[in-house]
């Protein structure tokens, strides 16, 4: 978030309620208030949360609570104290916080209030329908519109060298390839006309993201309202009825919005573009950071690449250029050297706070012999980038280690801190009960990506570039952008 935002955010509320204060009680973590009223630390934060909670830490400990913006948020920093508090379910609820900002987000009507009864558990419950079993047909669907995608506009031309933007590129296929996966084609056609148009209207919408999420109201932030709009008319009722080979997933969620009479076409319109987010918002510069740091380690892309035509090989695939590939569901999973370079590139790129709010006042259990006092409404925060960035857990933790995830040819799942193993230590998909449904099926895509990225191109990196860094504008929300794009070439192998 901006430090800009942030004032104003502050400002806002400060206009909004009242001032009060609040005095640290027995068992309560240290309070830091900052000195301006209200505000709090919100500026700090903003600038760099990462570092901000960083240097609290040496200050105050594993744990403290801090006034942001307005409310009480207590950082549990060390990792492992985790399993403790993810346990807690009952007293510390996420959708509270999520269903509130959700909604004003992406301009559906909020879901908890007693207008749809149901919707939010049969909602949740549809989230099976990215898991288990029915991950199978869509790997498979996803595989074959990422050939489509690829095949089209990229396997085409023999010959030399070209450039490309990285993250345009793995944007605009990995955009493209998941919506025909989630939602279907037109029934005429394999692929959707005006799909540039929409990639750029999500575009302009997912850089306004931080700031709705952060509750900026929408007519402040010029064009995005409009530019929502038509994101959201893209998904209404009778468009989406014309499109065939529908995943399941999404099927079942028009189904059961069209149960509730008090949704408009709108509405329904509204959560699809809402799961559009989901699927490609966190995924896409998930692809870019994996495809860039392989390509920037050659070693590493050699190791990768090799281990994909072992397999093509044991499984008496005849690979050839010309010819398209399928990979399985069971085969992507072999792929372990691969699956350790995303890991790894998700552990240095993700930056996702885990929230919950606590349902009453109660001690919270930190360790055998630790627990903090809370109150009714408080934040608590995990901010897992601080353990991916441990040096004590990953050693030269700022380095792009393509195999850190393995040892001995197997995956590797011991990892220290104070000489205790850790339960959590890579945590980009969130946590417990509210942990991302979609995480199979984005490691699978991101590894059908870069399985067709290996088996079809030479890549190199352009020289005298500066390298890719994080813009930590979204920094507690997901996996963060670059900074800037990156060139690169690419040319279709001889094989
Ligand atoms: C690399 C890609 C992805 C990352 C890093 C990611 C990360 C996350 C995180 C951190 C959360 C919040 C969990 C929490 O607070 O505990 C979340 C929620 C969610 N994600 Fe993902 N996600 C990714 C891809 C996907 C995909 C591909 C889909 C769907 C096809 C998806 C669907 C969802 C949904 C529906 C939720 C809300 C769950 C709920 O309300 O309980 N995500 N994701
Ligand atoms: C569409 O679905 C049908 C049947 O469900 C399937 O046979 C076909 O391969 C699918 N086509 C595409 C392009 O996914
Ligand atoms: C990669 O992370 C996922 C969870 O995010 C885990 O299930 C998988 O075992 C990990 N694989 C490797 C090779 O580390």
Same mark, same amino acid.
């Given at each position: 978030?901006?430090?800009?935002?942030?004032?104003?955010?502050?400002?806002?509320?400060?206009?909004?309620? $009242?001032?009060?204060?609040?005095? %640290?009680?027995?068992?309560?973590?240290? @309070? =830091?208030?900052?000195? *301006?009223?209200?505000?709090?630390?919100?500026?700090?934060?903003?600038?760099?949360?990462?570092?901000?909670?960083?240097?609290?830490?040496?200050?105050?400990?594993?744990?403290?609570?801090?006034?942001?913006?307005?409310?009480?948020?207590?950082? *549990?920093?060390?990792?492992?104290?985790?399993?403790?508090?993810?346990?807690?379910?009952?007293?510390?609820?996420?959708?509270?916080?999520?269903?509130?900002?959700?909604?004003?987000?992406?301009?559906?009507?909020?879901?908890?209030?007693?207008?749809?009864?149901?919707?939010?558990?049969?909602?949740?419950?549809?989230?099976?329908?990215?898991?288990?079993?029915?991950?199978?047909?869509?790997?498979?669907?996803?595989?074959?519109?990422?050939?489509? $995608?690829?095949?089209?506009?990229?396997?085409?031309?023999?010959?030399?060298?070209?450039?490309?933007?990285?993250?345009?590129?793995?944007?605009?296929?990995?955009?493209?390839?998941?919506?025909?996966?989630?939602?279907? %084609?037109?029934?005429?056609? %394999?692929?959707?006309?005006?799909?540039?148009?929409?990639?750029?209207?999500?575009?302009?919408?997912?850089?306004?993201?931080?700031?709705?999420?952060?509750?900026?109201?929408?007519?402040?932030?010029?064009?995005?309202?409009?530019?929502?709009?038509?994101?959201?008319?893209?998904?209404?009722?009778?468009?989406?009825?014309?499109?065939?080979?529908?995943?399941?997933? =999404?099927?079942?969620?028009?189904?059961?919005?069209?149960?509730?009479?008090?949704?408009?076409?709108?509405?329904?319109?509204?959560?699809?573009?809402?799961?559009?987010?989901?699927?490609?918002?966190?995924?896409?510069?998930?692809?870019?950071?994996?495809?860039?740091?392989? $390509?920037?380690?050659? &070693?590493?892309?050699?190791?990768?690449?090799?281990?994909?035509?072992?397999?093509?090989?044991?499984?008496?695939?005849?690979?050839?250029?010309?010819?398209?590939?399928?990979?399985?569901?069971?085969?992507? &999973?072999? @792929?372990?050297?691969?699956?350790?370079?995303?890991? &790894?590139?998700?552990?240095?790129?993700?930056?996702?706070?885990?929230?919950?709010?606590?349902?009453?006042?109660?001690?919270?259990? @930190?360790?055998?012999? %630790?627990?903090?006092?809370?109150?009714?409404?408080?934040?608590?925060?995990?901010?897992?980038?601080?353990?991916?960035?441990?040096?004590?857990?990953?050693?030269?933790?700022?380095?792009?280690?393509?195999?850190?995830?393995?040892?001995?040819?197997?995956?590797?799942?011991?990892?220290?801190?104070?000489?205790?193993?850790?339960?959590?230590?890579?945590?980009?998909?969130?946590?417990?009960?509210?942990?991302?449904?979609?995480?199979?099926?984005?490691?699978?895509?991101?590894?059908?990506?870069?399985?067709?990225?290996?088996?079809?191109?030479?890549?190199?990196?352009? &020289?005298?570039?500066?390298?890719?860094?994080?813009?930590?504008?979204?920094?507690?929300?997901?996996?963060? @952008?670059?900074?800037?794009?990156?060139?690169?070439?690419?040319?279709?192998?001889?094989?």
């Amino acid at each position: 978030m901006s430090p800009l935002l942030l004032l104003l955010l502050g400002l806002l509320s400060l206009v909004l309620c $009242v001032l009060r204060g609040r005095k %640290r009680r027995a068992g309560e973590p240290p @309070l =830091i208030k900052g000195w *301006i009223p209200y505000v709090g630390k919100a500026l700090e934060f903003g600038k760099d949360a990462h570092k901000f909670l960083e240097e609290h830490k040496k200050k105050y400990g594993d744990v403290f609570t801090v006034r942001i913006a307005g409310k009480y948020m207590t950082f *549990i920093t060390d990792p492992l104290m985790y399993p403790n508090i993810i346990k807690q379910g009952r007293q510390l609820d996420f959708h509270e916080f999520s269903d509130k900002v959700a909604p004003v987000t992406f301009g559906y009507p909020p879901v908890i209030n007693g207008k749809y009864p149901g919707l939010s558990e049969q909602v949740k419950r549809s989230f099976n329908l990215l898991q288990g079993d029915k991950l199978t047909p869509l790997t498979e669907s996803m595989m074959g519109n990422l050939m489509l $995608v690829f095949r089209q506009d990229h396997l085409q031309e023999e010959g030399g060298w070209k450039i490309g933007n990285m993250f345009e590129f793995c944007f605009s296929i990995m955009f493209e390839a998941t919506f025909l996966t989630m939602y279907g %084609r037109p029934l005429s056609t %394999r692929r959707h006309s005006g799909m540039d148009v929409l990639m750029d209207h999500f575009i302009k919408f997912d850089t306004m993201f931080p700031l709705l999420i952060a509750q900026i109201p929408i007519r402040l932030l010029g064009r995005t309202k409009a530019i929502r709009e038509k994101l959201i008319n893209y998904f209404l009722p009778n468009k989406m009825s014309c499109w065939s080979n529908t995943s399941q997933f =999404i099927k079942r969620r028009s189904e059961l919005f069209e149960q509730y009479d008090a949704l408009r076409d709108v509405d329904k319109a509204a959560h699809h573009f809402a799961m559009l987010w989901a699927s490609v918002g966190n995924t896409a510069p998930a692809t870019f950071w994996a495809m860039y740091y392989l $390509v920037s380690h050659p &070693e590493a892309l050699q190791v990768v690449r090799q281990e994909l035509h072992d397999l093509l090989t044991l499984s008496g695939v005849d690979f050839s250029s010309d010819k398209d590939v399928m990979l399985s569901r069971e085969q992507l &999973e072999k @792929l372990l050297y691969l699956e350790s370079s995303i890991n &790894e590139s998700l552990r240095l790129s993700s930056s996702s706070m885990n929230i919950r709010v606590a349902q009453e006042d109660f001690s919270l259990r @930190l360790d055998a012999e %630790r627990s903090a006092s809370v109150r009714k409404g408080d934040i608590i925060a995990l901010y897992p980038q601080i353990m991916h960035l441990d040096p004590e857990i990953y050693e030269d933790p700022e380095t792009f280690r393509f195999d850190r995830y393995m040892q001995d040819g197997t995956v590797k799942t011991e990892f220290y801190k104070d000489g205790q193993k850790l339960k959590y230590y890579l945590m980009p998909f969130g946590s417990g009960s509210t942990m991302c449904p979609g995480r199979h099926f984005a490691l699978n895509e991101i590894k059908q990506f870069l399985c067709l990225l290996l088996l079809y191109f030479d890549l190199e990196l352009e &020289e005298g570039q500066t390298r890719a860094t994080l813009d930590p504008s979204r920094a507690g929300l997901g996996v963060l @952008l670059p900074n800037n794009d990156v060139h690169f070439r690419y040319r279709l192998r001889k094989v």
